[in-house]
């Protein structure tokens, strides 16, 4: 097994030549910090809708898309389970139209790979959340509801669990619920195609280029890297998990927490004897959740968001690379499909997640207006990252759309507390939430102690799950 930080889908997207460092300083109408998909889309729909402006994208690594957004699952989702949520926080109309966005956001990826020939994999699928116990049997039913509610009921619907095995047969698998408007990619060959397309639209790209300080200056903003600078009018921080380290609106927001995905050999005989031939991308119904696809060469890639959390914003180190985690990973992918014992698994790799406790993504502008910084996306950012994305070019350009005014901007969320406290409060729910769900799936009644954690979060106003 290939064990690594950057992991299968960076290396099987291949090289490309990188784009210089920031030298000198530089001019532009809209400055992006930050090359994963929240940042490029940024700069993309900034293009798209003023042709003649000038952008300038900085990123930190030696190529655009090799963070988080090029080592994913690659699920690219609306968000129509996290409909009662929305809702809650922000009232049926502002959280319908968010999760229209998101929808949108799924089809124009869609649109885009079509028309400009970038090869990402698109496959339109359905997205299946499944029960493995019977603690979690009905975890979609207020999703549901706010669905039939709202009067959009045929974005999700309920699975029997024969249903269910007739998509993907599994001795884990209960009953579930289906979403059909997503879709899966490969999330590095999305990421280089955006970035490609970047560049051919004369969007300037800095690769290698770390912000060393990024502040609202006079009317506008200012960046500096080791050997250059950038002064802009409006500004943009798409850094995700960094957002943690870094002064700001969130700062105080966001948990950085971890992710691990094992790749296997191709199986097509095995998805062939399973049924799992529609291209589902499915999930399970643990807060730690599992998260698994089949590849465009028969692999399942099978991931899980037990990870550890990580101290302040420092995602290097076990949030990358964890072989604790990984082998947990493994057993329970086996556990899922039987069928698999025997056959190789390939890859390994993982990454920081920016979870926000509401699990939602988040806009936040700085102190001066002139800039904004989101994250939040909390594992689920490939479509709502094109959402943000033309939210973000909006806000800008000065644009007052409807992307401008989608609920997700300078929404409240609850603060963390500060390190250590964070981090000591974090990895103990967290193992709490752990110790609950394996004694759930092995049919076991939880013990009192992890029982009693794992309800914290709600306690103080965060929200773990969908």
């Not at 992710?259 to 991308?281: A, M, N, Q």
């Not at 998260?291 to 959390?309: E, M, N, P, V």
């Not at 993982?350 to 002139?370: E, F, K, N, W």
């Not at 490939?382 to 929404?411: H, Q």
Request: hydrophobic content about 40%.
């Amino acid at each position: 097994m290939r064990h690594t930080r950057l992991g299968y889908w960076i290396e099987e997207a291949g090289e490309v030549e990188p784009r210089p460092a920031l030298g000198g300083s530089r001019e532009a109408d809209v400055l992006v910090v930050g090359g994963g998909y929240t940042g490029m889309w940024t700069a993309w729909y900034a293009k798209q809708l003023e042709p003649g402006a000038r952008v300038v994208l900085l990123e930190s690594e030696p190529l655009c898309g090799r963070g988080p957004s090029g080592r994913n699952g690659g699920f690219c989702n609306a968000m129509w389970f996290s409909l009662a949520s929305m809702r809650d926080r922000w009232g049926d109309a502002a959280a319908l139209g968010v999760a229209k966005a998101a929808e949108r956001a799924v089809a124009r990826i869609g649109g885009f790979c079509e028309e400009h020939a970038v090869d990402a994999w698109f496959r339109p699928a359905a997205y299946v959340q499944v029960s493995i116990a019977p603690a979690h049997d009905g975890a979609w039913e207020r999703a549901l509801r706010a669905c039939r509610e709202l009067e959009v009921s045929e974005m999700l619907r309920p699975l029997s669990e024969a249903e269910v095995q007739e998509r993907c047969q599994s001795p884990a698998f209960r009953g579930g619920a289906v979403s059909p408007t997503s879709a899966t990619v490969q999330p590095a060959r999305l990421a280089l195609g955006l970035r490609a397309r970047l560049l051919a639209a004369g969007v300037e790209v800095f690769e290698s280029s770390p912000v060393r300080s990024f502040r609202e200056a006079g009317d506008g903003v200012e960046a500096r890297t080791p050997a250059g600078s950038v002064r802009g009018t409006r500004g943009v921080l798409a850094i995700g998990s960094a957002a943690k380290g870094r002064r700001g609106p969130l700062r105080g927001r966001l948990t950085v927490a971890s992710s691990h995905i094992v790749l296997t050999e191709p199986v097509p005989d095995v998805l062939e004897r399973i049924g799992w031939t529609g291209g589902d991308c499915i999930t399970d119904s643990r807060s730690l959740l599992h998260y698994f696809r089949t590849t465009r060469d028969g692999r399942i890639a099978f991931g899980w968001g037990g990870g550890r959390i990580a101290y302040g914003a420092r995602a290097r180190g076990r949030a990358e690379v964890d072989p604790d985690v990984v082998a947990a990973a493994a057993r329970h992918l086996r556990d899922y499909f039987p069928a698999l014992h025997g056959r190789r698994i390939t890859h390994a790799w993982g990454g920081p997640i920016d979870a926000s406790p509401t699990h939602l993504p988040t806009v936040r502008s700085l102190r001066g207006d002139r800039a904004w910084v989101a994250a939040g996306y909390t594992g689920n950012g490939v479509g709502p990252s094109n959402m943000v994305g033309r939210t973000l070019a909006s806000l800008a350009l000065d644009r007052e759309d409807e992307p401008a005014r989608l609920a997700f901007v300078d929404a409240e969320t609850p603060r963390v507390p500060p390190e250590p406290f964070h981090w000591l409060g974090g990895e103990t729910i967290r193992l709490g939430i752990l110790r609950k769900e394996e004694a759930e799936m092995a049919g076991r009644q939880p013990d009192l102690a992890s029982t009693a954690i794992a309800k914290v979060p709600e306690l103080i106003g965060f929200h773990i799950g969908r």
